[in-house]
């Protein structure tokens, strides 16, 4: 079976450090890979989604960046974090379109900017 | 691009009663429709899926109505339980790759 591992599961960085949230896919090949935020009380934000190994998206222009060394491996960066980027950060897979297939997401990474 | 509202933000029931939590969608080029649950502290979990060419799914308790006329799609929870307390999200799939979420809704059940 498929099993999507995302961590940490909390963080707290000050202002200005740099970032790195990993995520890794076992049990499948070639998945299509996402990164969403939630921030407290609100809905999904798509952030990046991927198509392939060095394939990134970006839906929104901001302070991170998303990169794909690996066909499972999904990381999401930032070399200076501002006070906004606090929020639930969640990965996210699919086999194929996410039109298509089932969205099945990780445990998130809560991440506080102080 | 597409907008998804959900409604309402909360909603408090007695355990036994039923649930009905609605979305709307702007996009009439969407053809899928998921729903989520979320716990609190956790990632959210896929509960239920209706595609366009279906009016009502069901699985158990829980059931997905989508009116592609009037753009908008429901979650039926029957006779509910204190387990089913959680944040509950409607998505509309807009495009080849994206999920529009809507922007949740809290149930809580009372025992």
């Known amino acids: 079976s498929q099993t999507i591992h995302q961590w940490p599961a909390t963080l707290v960085q000050p202002v200005g450090s740099p970032l790195s949230l990993e995520c890794t896919v076992e049990g499948t090949s070639n998945p299509n890979l996402y990164w969403y935020r939630q921030a407290a009380g609100r809905g999904l934000q798509l952030l990046f989604y991927s198509i392939g190994i060095d394939q990134i998206s970006s839906e929104v222009p901001q302070n991170l960046s998303a990169s794909r060394p690996q066909d499972r491996q999904f990381i999401l960066s930032s070399k200076k974090l501002l006070l906004s980027d606090s929020g639930f950060y969640l990965c996210a897979w699919t086999r194929g379109p996410a039109t298509n297939e089932k969205l099945f997401f990780g445990s998130g990474t809560q991440l506080s900017v102080l | 691009g597409e907008n998804v509202e959900q409604h309402p933000s909360t909603l408090s029931v007695q355990e036994g009663d039923s649930a009905v939590i609605k979305c709307t969608y702007s996009d009439s080029a969407s053809n899928y429709f998921p729903w989520y649950k979320q716990e609190l502290g956790k990632g959210p979990q896929l509960i239920i899926d209706?595609?366009?060419?279906?009016g009502e799914k069901k699985d158990q308790r829980i059931a997905v109505t989508l009116n592609k006329t009037a753009k908008h799609f429901s979650l039926h929870i029957t006779e509910t339980q204190p387990e089913d307390s959680a944040v509950y999200f409607c998505?509309?799939?807009?495009?080849?790759?994206?999920?529009?979420f809507g922007t949740g809704t809290r149930l809580l059940v009372s025992p």
């Open positions: 209706i595609r366009s060419n279906v």
């Open positions: 998505a509309a799939a807009p495009g080849f790759q994206k999920l529009v």
